[in-house]
């Protein structure tokens, strides 16, 4: 990570492929403080986010195929109509967080706090949604939406 790079902690778009990790360096965004970022629309697929704070960050209609979205804070961000497939959350805390209408394949929310977050008419696959209703912090109603967290996923 090149911490002298002073425009590291910058969201860009990929201009090279649409949702598929393709860029022509590293998209490295570890340890940048970007709450409240607007990203909406953005191919941020084949980001490295870990010790990452995105809070209150509107990625509407973003593609993060790929992520790698470790320990990071994306507590009360938009991801409505976003496409977050092969991604991981690990250890992250998406508290409040909107899902609605999101694709999520393939996606890992091991470890993550994903209490009062929207799921609602997202598109997870059956195993996913099986490891994600095991999470013991599915639970609540998301603050802005008022969609109960553990029904809008799916979960008996």
């Known amino acids: 990570m090149d911490k002298t790079d002073t425009s590291r902690c910058v969201f860009t778009s990929s201009a090279i492929g649409q949702s ?8 490295d965004l570890r340890l940048c403080k ?11 697929s084949g980001v490295i986010m870990t010790n990452t704070d995105v809070s209150g960050s509107d990625f509407k209609e973003a593609y993060f195929s790929k992520g790698y ?3 990071s804070n994306f507590d009360n961000a938009d991801f409505t109509n976003a496409i977050v497939d092969r991604a991981s959350f690990k250890g992250s805390s998406l508290r409040g967080t909107i899902f609605s209408n999101a694709v999520l394949t393939g996606t890992s929310f091991e470890g993550a706090d ?9 598109y997870i696959g059956d195993f996913d949604v099986r490891n994600l209703c ?4 599915l639970k609540g109603e998301n603050p802005k939406t008022g969609m109960d967290t553990r029904l809008s996923a799916g979960c008996k």
């Open 20 to 27: 598929n990790a393709a860029r022509d360096k590293l998209y």
């Open 34 to 44: 970007l709450p409240n970022s607007k990203a909406a629309g953005f191919d941020l």
């Open 69 to 71: 979205l470790h320990d």
């Open 114 to 122: 994903v209490e009062n977050a929207d799921f609602s008419d997202a």
């Open 134 to 137: 095991k999470n013991p912090t």
